[in-house]
């Protein structure tokens, strides 16, 4: 069973950082793609960013590029969402996902944690 953990979120000024994890249990990465995204109060889901475990490509939404990183640690199996140079406009619950399909669709993905709010204040 795929299942996935988000930690790290927080309060903090805009500006400042934080890191995000997503640590996945009941499956290994090879073959999926692991995405984030983000909900806030009033607004769709949307997709933040992706990585795929099959060709290593990454993938991130216009408005976070130059300030999230993403990346891994395989041994840990463990996700992580380095956000950098926060607005406020980033407040939102982050989760993760999991998708054996192409990893563009929201409906592919699976395994879907409670998430972890992040707030950023100005």
């Known amino acids: 069973e795929v299942q996935l953990v988000e930690s790290g979120g927080g309060l903090v000024q805009a500006g400042g950082s934080l890191r995000l994890s997503c640590a996945a249990s009941g499956f290994t990465f090879d073959d999926y793609v692991i995405g984030w995204f983000r909900q806030a109060p009033g607004k769709e889901r949307e997709g933040v960013s992706y990585?795929?475990?099959?060709?290593?490509?990454?993938y991130y939404i216009s408005s976070v590029k130059g300030r999230f990183t993403i990346s891994s640690d395989n041994a840990k199996n463990t996700v992580y969402l380095q956000m950098n140079s926060l607005k406020p406009e980033d407040t939102a619950v982050y989760s993760c996902?999991?998708?054996?399909?192409?990893?563009?669709?929201?409906?592919?993905?699976?395994?879907w944690g409670q998430g972890t709010q992040v707030t950023i204040s100005s």
């Open positions: 990585i795929s475990f099959r060709d290593g490509s990454t």
């Open positions: 996902a999991a998708s054996r399909g192409s990893g563009y669709y929201i409906r592919e993905y699976e395994g």
